[in-house]
């Protein structure tokens, strides 16, 4: 008798594995880097030091922060308003509960689905064509994907929670609507106002990177600044964005402990609209363009057909789906792989400095650094979006381990272990089946960002798509867009399969 037996890799040894990546990545920027850029990077590090404290720069930069602060908060409250709607009527539990079936469910979730699968980024470009520069034009850009994110995200976090409670309430006959707030919304409720505050400083990164790319606030100051090479000016600005995303942090994490000050936060929102006015920020009503998208639509017929075979899609795909999966290794293995190589408790304050600091500077500028470096390629794409997602990582990871505490760390290394594998088979064993769980939802959101790096490597979907939206040629926007849409939809299929075998909880982190 042949018995066959397969070797399973550890799940904190699953977590490290993506970082083989960083080897083929680290030796192509070698091979294709030159040290020309060497001094421009040491004037960046400089910069940190040496910020500039011009009181014109100043004012420019604290307005620029102001808008972009305005706009990701205002578009943070209409998300999580819409999410929480469209979450609750997304879960399969809610309409099992109330009609013993799921298909209202699903067809909310497939309805959802091309609004969510589109990046903040081409929303902004494409409403930036059809309404013109105004500040509801950042803010639904942001809207609109961040709604149908969140929703997804809290109707998996219901329909995740197993609550004994609930077939029970059914069978005691009480309403149906009762049965649920009882026994399910209460266990997730914990769950879901953290990840609400978790999408404030996302909106805030967002905000940034629509700024980035022309469309007002902080972002276009540190773009410009970097573009002319003035690194003290592009630190004064991120000085400033480090010191309102602490704040902000600390605002979140107090929140949740003194509920009391949740009515602090809805004033706050109201007095935010106002503020708004003093800026120059234009919320007035947009009026609405749709002539030249329409008529570069209806113009030729046959302009469909020839859009369709202008590029190499396969190529293009294929580009995109690498940047994809080397920035997703890269972004899951560098937090536990810095974990391990520093494993003491002293240092998780350093490393979560780290981690901030990766968060702080937009994707495209990390990008654009890397480039004085080395040319244009998928590498260096990758590189430069799985170090920003490593900082949103890391992040996950160091809340994980604080929670869970070090006492199974203690355990090991007083029954003999090393102090790395005690750490290994320790506190990392014990968050890594939430932290994959995690990762694996991140790659939805790192193949959505590879539009915002594309134009680095020179390849992809993202490339060509900002090429067509600066050329005007919408009907081969249409088809990148809709490229894109098939793609995310196929990675999020193959993720939620895996978030339900690893630990489905942990999405919602």
Known sequence: ?????????????????????????????????????????????????????????????????????????????????????????????????????????????????????????????????????????A???????????????????????????????????????????????????????????????CALRSALILGVFGLGGLGTDLMLSLQSLQFRDMWSGLWLLA??????????????????HGFVVGIALVLLVVWSASLNLDLSWPSESFGPVFSGLVADRNAATAALFEINWGAAIGSTLLI???????ATAVPPLLLLLSPSQSSLRLQSLIWGALRLVPTPLTALLLLVMAKPSLPLAALALGLHHSGVMGRVLMKDIRETGLGSAQILERSGATVRMSWL????????????????????????????????????????????????HWWLVAWLVLAFIVLTLCGETITEQLQQRLNCKAVGL
């Open 324 to 330: 994809t999966l080397m920035a997703s290794c890269i």
């Open 1 to 137: 008798m042949v018995v066959r037996t397969f070797v399973k890799p550890a799940l904190p040894l699953l977590t490290l594995l993506p970082g083989l990546c960083l080897i083929p990545v680290v030796a192509i920027l070698v091979r294709d880097g030159h040290g020309g850029g060497l001094p421009l990077l040491i004037q960046f590090a400089q910069g940190a030091v040496q910020p500039s404290f011009d009181p014109t720069l100043l004012k420019s930069l604290w307005q620029g922060l102001q808008i972009t602060f305005v706009t990701a908060v205002l578009s943070w409250a209409i998300s999580s308003g819409l999410g929480l709607i469209f979450g609750f009527l997304g879960s399969r539990t809610l309409w099992r509960t109330l009609l013993g079936t799921a298909w209202p469910a699903l067809l909310v979730r497939r309805l959802l689905s091309p609004f969510r699968a589109i990046h903040e980024l081409i929303w902004g470009l494409l409403l930036l064509q059809v309404y013109g520069l105004n500040g509801w034009v």
């Open 243 to 260: 010191i309102a995303m602490v704040l902000l942090d600390f605002i979140l994490q107090t929140i949740p402990r003194r509920p009391r």
């Open 425 to 472: 088979y320790g506190p990392l064993a014990e968050v890594s089946r939430s932290y994959l769980a995690y990762a694996s939802y991140r790659c939805d959101v790192i193949l959505r960002d590879t539009v915002v790096v594309g134009i680095v490597g020179s390849a992809g979907l993202g490339w060509q798509l900002i090429d067509a939206l600066s050329s005007f």
């Open 139 to 201: 803010i639904a850009a942001i809207v609109i994907p961040y709604s149908a994110l969140m929703a997804r995200v809290l109707a998996d976090q219901i329909d995740c929670h197993d609550s004994p409670a609930l077939p029970v309430l059914q069978g005691s006959g009480g309403p149906a609507m009762a049965v649920l707030l009882t026994a399910v919304f209460p266990a997730v409720f914990a769950s879901i106002k953290h990840h609400i505050g978790h999408r404030l400083d």
